[in-house]
């Protein structure tokens, strides 16, 4: 029986986000399907084993589980080092580098980052959740990246941005929540080229955070739209406590036209730091089609309950941005939607 009643958990669960519902208690399967088809695997063993006479009700659970399992796999596929891309190996007029990651306020291995801002020797790095012990802590790279952005807060959504050169068209923004920032700036990277960069962490759905995703999605919209807007290359990185394989990023990136490089590499899980068993991809970098990101690498464990992730981005020569995706209708409106109830 209790076979059973997990087989029944297991099948029904994963299709609870496609409700389109915002609460967290419908959105949490995104987060696991990694685990849950691992999970599924085992219910699917230990039902073959264990159910000696095959009943109709029994060869439904069996069709429905793998089903349910297949369905997952779909989603998740793309994201594995096994599914087929192209190489880029495209000609490159300009690269740009960044260290991003979520650095945990109440971490005070400040050494530990540091050292791999020192191993990668990024262009730029960005730090989120880190207030004013972290801004202390980290002082001493301000003598290799004398050009900041500096938002210390102590509610675990700070963010600082450092660079190595200065920053053009620098906004702070606080699109959807009042104490949830995010950065805005363009990277010179030549004299006639400059890359847009949006800088994101906003807050994710659970019971000890926000209640519902309504305001994570709305600033991802927010941002979306702003992009579609523009004719210049564009990143997009951050702890956007969300997974690629969501409805909600489905359709930024679908309205940006903006291009994953995670697709074909592997799944890059970076939370939790701590604890294999659980770990999500919460962190993403997206960028449009005149870019290609050569280099991509989590770096090792800074005390954090999140890894940093290192992209070598470059400009693709000669090729023209692509920011304007193409949405029907239905879609238009979902944006909109997910933009006014969040706000």
């Known amino acids: 029986m209790v ?11 994963p299709f609870l986000p496609a409700t389109e ?30 159910e000696s006479t095959f009943t109709l009700f029994s ?24 599914y087929p891309r192209k190489k880029p190996d495209f000609k490159s007029d300009g690269c740009v580098s960044i260290l991003a990651g979520n650095v945990l306020q109440d971490n005070e291995q400040y050494n530990l980052l540091k050292a791999e801002i020192e191993q990668y020797d990024p262009d730029l790095v960005l730090t989120m959740e880190s207030d004013k012990k972290w801004e202390k802590g980290i002082s001493e790279i301000e003598n290799v990246y004398s050009h900041t952005v500096k938002i210390p807060l102590d509610n675990y959504y700070g963010m600082h941005l450092y660079s190595k050169i200065e920053l053009i068209n620098v906004e702070v923004n606080y699109h959807v929540e009042e104490d949830v920032p995010s950065i805005f700036f363009e990277y010179p990277l030549s004299e006639n080229q400059n890359i847009f960069f949006a800088c994101l962490h906003p807050a994710p759905p659970s019971p000890t955070e926000n209640e519902t995703s309504k305001e994570r999605d709305a600033e991802l919209m927010i941002v979306g739209k702003k992009i579609r ?58 960028h449009t089609k005149d870019m290609f990101v050569k280099k991509m690498v989590r770096t090792k464990n800074f005390g954090s309950d999140h890894f940093a992730m290192y992209y070598e981005i470059h400009h693709k020569n000669g090729k023209s941005p692509k920011t304007k995706g193409k949405l029907n209708g239905d879609e238009k409106k979902e944006v909109e939607e997910k933009i006014e109830e969040g706000k």
């Open 59 to 82: 060869w439904i659970l069996l069709i429905a589980l793998v089903g349910a399992t297949v369905y997952q796999i779909v989603k998740v596929f793309p994201y594995s080092s096994l």
């Open 3 to 13: 076979l059973y009643i997990l087989i029944v958990i297991f099948i029904v669960s």
């Open 229 to 286: 807007k523009l004719d210049k290359p564009v990143v997009v990185c951050g702890d956007m406590n969300d997974v690629v394989w969501s409805r909600t990023t489905r359709l930024f990136k679908k309205m940006t036209a903006m291009i994953d490089p995670r697709i074909g590499r592997g799944f890059f899980p970076t939370y939790h730091a701590k604890y294999w068993l659980m770990r999500f991809p919460l962190d993403h970098l997206f």
């Open 21 to 50: 519902k915002p609460h967290w208690f419908f959105r949490i399967p995104d987060f696991i399907r990694l685990q849950s088809i691992t999970i599924q695997v085992v219910l699917l063993v230990l039902f073959l084993i264990f």
